[in-house]
């Protein structure tokens, strides 16, 4: 664990890392949610969260969704629902409306692929 390092995997791959302690979270920094918005179903970010509350020093959760709820949803229902999935994953929910605003931050992708040859100083990875 001295080389900073990114590892993609689902969560049902995190979770068995977890729960064999493979990887424990205090070593993690970082955790990314994709379609975060599972969370207040049943789903392993769930079972994932749970391990969180054993961690004194748990690594900070970045959820990522297009649509904030799965499913259909009465306009009275909605703070509550984006209240449960703040608590579940123990972050605050951010979005934006505005168009200006969303194009400000829209990502740019550089695309550039290489070869690796196996050693640490040459891992990279470019989009």
Not at 21 to 41: E, G, M, Y
Request: charged residues 20%; hydrophobic residues 40%.
């Amino acid at each position: 664990y001295l080389l900073p390092q990114v590892l993609v995997m689902t969560c049902h791959i995190f979770l068995h890392v977890l729960r064999s302690q493979t990887l424990p979270l205090s070593k993690i920094n970082l955790v990314v949610f994709d379609d975060c918005h599972l969370a207040i179903t049943e789903h392993p970010y769930c079972d994932i969260m749970k391990l969180f509350e054993e961690c004194t020093f748990g690594p900070r959760i970045l959820g990522l969704t297009a649509s904030i709820l799965n499913g259909k949803c009465d306009p009275s229902e909605l703070e509550q629902k984006i209240q449960n999935l703040e608590r579940m994953l123990k972050s605050n929910a951010e979005t934006a409306t505005d168009l200006v605003v969303l194009d400000r931050w829209e990502l740019h992708f550089l695309n550039s692929f290489g070869e690796w040859d196996g050693t640490p100083s040459n891992a990279h990875i470019w989009f």
